[in-house]
Every structure is written in C-alpha cells, then in structure tokens.
C-alpha cells in the first residue's frame, strides 16, 4: 500500500506550501477582464502552467512513492552520470535566457539541467558516504566527496548560473554531520567575512587591522609562543595569508573570475560604489561614475519595488487578489524569483511570517526524519534535503527584501516554474519513500 509508513506531515506541508504557491502566483496575474476557466484549460496564464506542473508533480509523486526504495541506492551513481551529461548538453542544445545558456527547451516547458542534478548529486553523494568501505576522516575520501558535490556547481558556473552553483555548497552540511572536521567550515565562514571586510573596508585599513589582530593574538599567547616557536609561525603565516588574499586574491577574483554584473550586484547589496575599469576610458571620473549611478539605479529597481510591495503589505496585508504593486506588474520576476513579494502584499507581515515558520517546520521536520534513520544512506540524503530547501529559502527571502544579491534563487515549491517544482517534489518524495523503509539498511 502506498499509505504504509508514509510521513504524512511532510506531505501535508508540502501540500500547503504548493498551494500558496499557486494562489500567490494567480494573485500576481488576476485581472477581471479575464475568464479564470478559459485561462486554465488554455494554458494562457502562468497560473494554469503551473496547475498543470503540479499535476505532473502529484503523478511524478506517486509513481515515486509506488518505487521500491532499493531503486534510488542501485541506480545513483548512474544517476549523477546522466546528470552531468545533461548539463554538458546545455553548452550544445542549451536556450539562452536572462544571459544563461542553461535550459534544455521541451515544447511545453525548459528543463534546467542544473536544477535537476541537486537529486542526483544528493542521490550520489549519500550512495558513497554510506560505503562501508569510506572513511570520512580520510582526506581523499573528503576530497571525493567534495567532487561529487561541486562537480555540477563548475558546470554551473560555466552557464553563468552563479546563484544555483552556491547552492551545491550545502552539501557541505550532510558531509559535516556524518564527520567532515569542523575546521573546514570555520575557514568558509573566514573566508565569507574576510570577503565581505574587503568590500566594505579601505584595503590599507583593513591591512591594518589584521595586523593589529595578529598583534593582539602574539601578546596573549607570548607564554605559548616562548615554548614553542611554532605557534608564531603558524600565527605570521595565517596573517599573511590573510593579508594576501585581501591585497590580492579577492581583486583578482572580482576582476577576473566573476562577471561585471555579479561584483555589481554583490557591491550594491553592501551599498558601496563600484565603478568598473572595462568600458570607461576616455570618459572622465565623473561621467563615469553618473554612467554607474544609472546603471545601479536601473538594476536596483528590482529589490527595490520588491522593498515596496513587501512594505505596502504593513502587519495583516492587502488582502487575497487587492494588491497594487505585484498586480500592477511593478516588480519583474515577481512569479518565479520575487514571489514573496505576493506574500508580503496580499498577507502583510504575520502572513509572511507564517511562510517563513511553515519552511522552517519543513526542514525541522526532514532532520527529525534522518535522524530516525538506521541506513546512512537515508540520513545522508535527508540532510541533503533539507540543506538544499534552507539554501534556497535563505537566500531568496534575503534577495527580495535586499540583504543578499539577485542571483536568481527560486523559492522552493511556490517560485512559478516546472523545472523548479518537479526537482523539489522528486527531492522531497524520494526522501518520504525512503523514510517508508526506515528500518531497512540501504547502501
């Protein structure tokens, strides 16, 4: 039976959330002058595209759940192979939108490959760490598993898909809970605040500081360092790597690794003025930086109606389908990207709180449901999960209200869209099925 050891919580929220998803989207494009049924048997709207992907998704559900849960052990390797070769597809059959050549077009909708790989890679990733034979203390077998994770972000970053290859670094979170050492994780987040005391500091000054850090850390430590002269060592070496990499590597970053149009969003979310070298000469500094002030104004529109909307919808909101701003088409991408924009309006403050708690129940729900797991490979996977829904969540929420660069994230199950949905669907259903067999031991 298909009710058998079924988590019908999770279904149920999944349910929920698909559902506000729908209504937000058709609240975006309601208009009276429209027939809703003809729309909808039409295909007309998005609205009705999406009504039609979840129902692809219920079918796509079902036939997960109807799988025997040895399938996805067996075949996630060959999985994650026909994943990688499907975006290396994108570069010869791949569609061309918003500047990415990362969509496989299908007729009635556009497969994004990079989307899709997260399963596999999940798939993959747990297939491996619940090899007996993988010792995660093992630098190589950290080093293997870090390939299967950021193999696909690469392929990503290769179609300009920035924001999604992010994504893929929250299979650090399953990798740290079955042993990945702390210390990795400690030098990302040193990194990300190093990166971000580059933008917002005046290099000279942030060389100081550093310099007064290590300084301060000599002096307290000058007993340590008098038996061993090695903490000194390892003390000027941590300086000077960081010293280096403000100096050096995170300019180098900016100006060679990442496009124009990233360092300008990553610097407009920090509210620092950046005037890019290529495409100014012969004009004078101060042409150059009214040509920047308009161009940062045109891509600032975005947040900045989203900002609006959000704000418009103050404490209890505007009500369903009585919103001025999404329904007046202000805020582009306001279906797929924004739509919590739609949230914010029509159901004000305590309704997008009410999202937010609902997601955060979700995730909770997915680590207690690996936690009850007796197979590695489930419990593994299930944190997959659920990093991968905190990532995309985070991340998205910051973008529409401005406290993290557009990079396009799609808000999972409610973001308009057939790719976006049926990868979180397979993503959460796969894990249900699995949990099913949570007494059995799968590898």
Known sequence: MISKGIDWVSVWLYIILVS???????????????????????????????????????VVATFILLTDSKFFTATANLGYAFGILLMMATFVLGKDINGSRS????????????????????LALSKYLSRPETNFKNPRSQLIAAAIALTPAAFSLLQNETGLALVYFAFLIPMYREGLPPVYLIIGFSFAILVVAT????KNLLALILTIIAAIVIYVLRRTIKRDKAVLAIILGLWMLCVGIQRFAVPYIFQ????????????????????????TAGLSKKDQLQQHKAKKAKENYNVKQSKIAIGSGGLWGKGFLKGTQTQGDFVPEQHTDFIFTSVGENFGFWGSLLVVILYLFFMLRVVFLAERQRSTFTRVYAYSVAAI????????????????????????????GGSSLLTFTILIFILIRLDADRQMILR
């Open 20 to 58: 506000i998803g729908v209504l937000c989207i058709f609240s975006v494009e309601y208009h009276n002058d429209g027939n809703i049924w003809q729309n909808i048997i039409g295909l007309k709207k998005n609205y009705s595209r999406q009504l039609l992907f979840i129902s692809m998704s219920a």
């Open 103 to 122: 969509w496989i077009p299908l007729g009635f909708f556009n497969l994004q490959p990079v989307e899709t790989c997260k399963i596999f890679t999940a």
């Open 199 to 202: 933008i917002l500091v005046e």
């Open 256 to 279: 060679h690794v990442l496009h124009q149009y990233q360092v300008e969003r990553i610097m407009n979310t920090f509210g620092v003025d950046y005037v890019p070298e290529a495409g």
């Open 389 to 416: 829904i905190f990532f995309h969540v985070s991340i998205n929420i910051c973008m529409t209200v401005g406290l993290a660069p557009v990079i396009g994230i799609t808000l999972p199950l409610m973001s308009y």
